[in-house]
């Protein structure tokens, strides 16, 4: 498959196979996440994968997106950002652990796609409940939850702004 295939296949996934993902799979994906690129190589990222081998913690994850497909993924990685590592632009002072996770994450999406593997960010979910309910990450900061597995549902067809919209 081709980077332009890749990318066309790789969609936000809302409903999973309650299939577990082969650790092969997994390491695969971690290396690919680990190879990415960052300002400054800084590094600013912590991802941890979340399953029913973490029952308490998987359910008190789960329970901070209040949408019901969640409860189909076997698994979700909790992607977070370390703001004091991150390298910040002298000119204006802008820290660019987001933008460093962002590319983390898309490495993680695409790869897990490659692996015949499904994804979703989420981003929407309750950061307040997380923070209140989930402690075992002091200084870090949940920035994305990806839900990772097999799809159970079909890849919609996407839909994008025309070239002339995107480049100028």
Not at 40 to 58: C, M, Y
Not at 69 to 94: F, G, H, Q
Request: contains cysteine.
């Amino acid at each position: 498959m081709n980077f332009k295939d890749l990318c066309q296949a790789r969609y936000s996934c809302r409903k999973y196979q309650a299939l577990p993902i082969e650790n092969d799979k997994l390491e695969y994906i971690r290396e690919c996440v680990r190879l990415a690129p960052s300002a400054v190589n800084r590094q600013p990222w912590r991802f941890v994968l979340v399953d029913n081998s973490q029952p308490e913690l998987f359910s008190l994850v789960k329970a901070t997106y209040h949408r019901d497909w969640i409860d189909s993924v076997p698994a979700i990685i909790l992607c977070m950002k370390n703001e004091a590592e991150c390298w910040t632009r002298r000119y204006d002072d802008k820290p660019h652990a987001d933008i460093d996770l962002a590319i983390a994450i898309e490495h993680l999406c695409l790869a897990a796609t490659e692996q015949g593997l499904a994804t979703c960010w989420v981003c929407n979910f309750d950061i307040n409940q997380f923070h209140d309910t989930i402690s075992q990450f002091p200084g870090l900061e949940p920035v994305a939850l990806v839900p990772i597995g097999y799809a159970a549902d079909e890849a919609p067809q996407k839909l994008r702004k025309d070239m002339a919209d995107v480049w100028k």
